[in-house]
């Protein structure tokens, strides 16, 4: 079983910082494609960037320059390295992660971790 355990959510001012992870457990494929959602209340999820097993990484236009997705394969974790934080970036943050290439479905998800950006 899957298990994919997230912290690092908080709250902060604008311009500020934060550093969420996702912890994986039971994950041990050699193939892999790991991901972050957000999604506010009334709002569509957004996908916010990827990682996959070769190291390749995506991210939202939305976040570009801001935010990093990295990963520790020793530790089994994915993190998402969140600066110069927006209002527009409170949301309820997901980790996901899939067999699949990342543009495939996300069939294992995290708990979520809120992140609320004051002005």
């Known amino acids: 079983q899957v298990q994919l355990v997230e912290s690092g959510g908080g709250s902060v001012q604008s311009g500020g910082s934060l550093r969420l992870s996702c912890a994986a457990f039971?994950?041990?494929?050699?193939?892999?494609?790991m991901g972050w959602f957000r999604q506010a209340p009334g709002k569509e999820r957004e996908g916010v960037a990827t990682i996959d097993s070769d190291g390749t990484t995506t991210h939202a236009d939305s976040v570009k320059g801001r935010f990093t997705i990295s990963q520790d394969n020793a530790k089994n974790t994915v993190y998402l390295q969140m600066n110069s934080l927006k209002p527009e970036d409170t949301a309820m943050y997901y980790c996901?992660?899939?067999?699949?290439?990342?543009?495939?479905?996300?069939?294992?998800w995290g708990q979520g971790t809120r992140v609320s950006v004051a002005s």
């Open positions: 039971g994950y041990t494929y050699s193939s892999y494609c």
């Open positions: 996901a992660a899939t067999y699949d290439y990342c543009s495939g479905s996300f069939n294992y």
